[in-house]
C-alpha cells in the first residue's frame, strides 16, 4: 500500500477521495459516491475533507 498523499491524476476538486481510493485499493468513483452520499447524515465529513485538503501532501 501506498502512503496517503493527494494524487496529481484522477483529480476533480482537491484529490482527497483519489488519494483515498489509491490508498485502500478502491476506484476514486466510489469514494467519491461513498463521500457525498455521507454528507446526507449529520456530522463533520465536509470539515474533515476541508483538512485532509489543506494537510495531505501531494503526491511527488
Do not use: D, K
Not at 500500500?1 to 484522477?10: E, G
Not at 484529490?15 to 455521507?38: K, N, Y
Amino acid at each position: 500500500m501506498s502512503a496517503l498523499a493527494r494524487p496529481r491524476h484522477n483529480r476533480v476538486i482537491a484529490g482527497v477521495c483519489a488519494g483515498i481510493a489509491e490508498r485502500f485499493g478502491l476506484t476514486p468513483w466510489t469514494v467519491r459516491i461513498l463521500f457525498l452520499a455521507s454528507c446526507l447524515l449529520p456530522g463533520p465529513q465536509f470539515l474533515i475533507y476541508l483538512a485532509l485538503w489543506l494537510f495531505l501532501p501531494q503526491e511527488p
